[in-house]
Structure formats: structure tokens, C-alpha cells
């Protein structure tokens, strides 16, 4: 990124896409909340047009909101909100991890080169895998959390973001079945270390129409929140 006044000029690099040619939704929100708040505060992120792949857009900051455009066409838009996200239950890593057997995209994948949750080489994409945990609403999936995707800083609030976004929508999602993100809102509360072990869990919170709502969060072996988000999943007609 460049700076010039307010406003950065955002390439996505075809690396963090999710649908073919689109960009990971989860990776742009956290993008958003990074340049809003650093991640710490609850930010919630509305997409309101898919995110072209290896294109200059303008990242602008304006008061309390930070928008993404293509042109004069608004794509995303980030907003800070009064309230502590709250996760679903903690899955110890161990049964987060077995329960990866049991994931959908495994049986038919509807978006198999998706940066998070994609069936992607190792060290490239996320390969986080939820599955459901027996007994309970809930999804998981072990985040052995790759040291390729660490910056100068740690693990940035992208990379948050992504591993967020993915499971609350398999916290729906049958085998094939899919949705876009439509919104997605965040706060980070602990920075994620290279190479750590986490916990990745989801759970469905109720559908209106085509909406469907989730929330989700990661968590150290301890059970202490890392990060949480609410996501709101459009299905298409």
C-alpha cells in the first residue's frame, strides 16, 4: 500500500481470492478493520460488490469510516460498532481438528480454490476444514496457522479476518451447497502467533429468507478468545 492524504491505493493479490477472480471476503474485512481500528475495537464491514483480484482500489478514510472503490463504484465500506463480539463455545483443539472428517467441502467443494477454506496445496491456502462437532450446533476445524502468511508484525488482521469468514458460512453449508458474504463484523482481542495451534469454531444464529447468520471465533488451547466475528450470508435466488 501507498498512502497519499487519506486515501491508499489496496491491490488484492490473486493469492487471497475466494471465489475464482473475486477476493476472499473475510480477507477484506479484515483488511478494513486493520485500516479502521487495528482490529481491536468491533468493526463491521458491509460488502456491497464483489472485490476485483489485481486491481488498483482506493482505500479512503474519511471521520469513522473507511470505504474500498473501484472507480466511483463503492465495493465495501467499514464502520466501528459499540459492542464486544461474542464466540460460540470452545472446541479443545483436538476434537476441532477431528471434526475436519466430517466437512462438507470435502464431498463437493463449491468454491475449492477459496483462500481459507479451499482444497488448496499447504502453505498456500488456510486448508481450514470445519466440520460438525458431535452433540452439538457447532462447526470447527484445528487453524495450524502457517508461517507463510506472517508479516513484518505477525499474523495480520486479513488473515484474521479470512479464517473468520469461511466457517461461519459451513456453519450452514451442506456438501455443494453456498452464499457471499454480505456482511461481516469483527474484533480482534489477541494477536494470533506464527506457527500456533487454534481452535476455529462457528455456529449458525438464524436465517431470515435468503439470509443466513453465524458467528465465529478462534481460540488459544486454553479456551481464551482470540478473535470473534457475526456474519451475515446471502444465498442466491
Not at 32 to 46: D, F, H, K, Y
Not at 212 to 229: K, N, P, R, W
Request: charged share 20%.
Amino acid at each position: 500500500m501507498t498512502t497519499a492524504a487519506l486515501q491508499t491505493v489496496l491491490t488484492v493479490p490473486e493469492r487471497y481470492r475466494g471465489p475464482v477472480g473475486l477476493a476472499n471476503g473475510g480477507w477484506i474485512a479484515g483488511t478494513m478493520a486493520e485500516a479502521l481500528n487495528g482490529g481491536r475495537s468491533a468493526v463491521e464491514v458491509t460488502l456491497h460488490a464483489p472485490t476485483p483480484l489485481e486491481t488498483e482500489l482506493r482505500l479512503g478514510h474519511v471521520a469513522n469510516t473507511v470505504s474500498l472503490t473501484h472507480g466511483d463504484k463503492l465495493l465495501v465500506e467499514a464502520i466501528p460498532v459499540a459492542e464486544d463480539l461474542e464466540g460460540p463455545a470452545f472446541v479443545p483443539f483436538n476434537d476441532a481438528a477431528r471434526a475436519e472428517a466430517g466437512f462438507a467441502g470435502l464431498k463437493a467443494h463449491p468454491f475449492a480454490e477459496c483462500f481459507a477454506c479451499g482444497l488448496r496445496e499447504p502453505g498456500d491456502g488456510l486448508r481450514i476444514f470445519p466440520g460438525p462437532v458431535e452433540g452439538t450446533d457447532l462447526v470447527a476445524a484445528g487453524w495450524r496457522v502457517p508461517h507463510t502468511v506472517t508479516g513484518e508484525d505477525g499474523v495480520p488482521a486479513s488473515i484474521v479476518g479470512a479464517v473468520l469468514d469461511c466457517i461461519s458460512g459451513w456453519a450452514h453449508f451442506g456438501p455443494g451447497e453456498s452464499a457471499l458474504l454480505g456482511r461481516l463484523a469483527v474484533q480482534i482481542h489477541r494477536p494470533v502467533l506464527p506457527g500456533g495451534r487454534y481452535s476455529v469454531v462457528a455456529r449458525p444464529t438464524g436465517r431470515d429468507g435468503r439470509k443466513m447468520f453465524a458467528q465465529s471465533a478462534i481460540y488459544e488451547a486454553d479456551g481464551t478468545l482470540v478473535a470473534a466475528a457475526r456474519a451475515t450470508w446471502i444465498a442466491p435466488r
